[in-house]
């Protein structure tokens, strides 16, 4: 008999390095981001929303659909 269910699959992405972490996940409603990244930071318009206080950076937009399907999730401030 052949099975259709399909084993968990975790994928982890651990950004280092250049990665602007602010920048990946942005916390657009706290004013502190456009503070200290007055130059850097990712304008309002391209931002995707994921939250009322997150969103994705815009080359992330791709990742939303897994985000809003709940198979998505986000771990920020850790190593």
């Known amino acids: 008999m052949v099975s259709t269910k399909k084993d968990p699959v975790l994928a982890v992405v651990s950004l280092s390095g ?37 969103g994705f950076h815009p080359a992330f937009a791709p990742l939303k659909k897994y985000w809003d399907e709940g198979k998505l999730a986000v771990i920020q401030g850790i190593g």
């Not at 409603?29 to 997150?54: A, F, K, M």
């Open 18 to 54: 250049g990665n602007d972490g602010l920048n990946t996940v942005i916390p657009y409603n706290n004013p502190n981001y456009r503070d200290y990244r007055p130059t850097l930071g990712i304008p309002e318009d391209q931002i995707v929303p994921i939250t009322s206080e997150l």
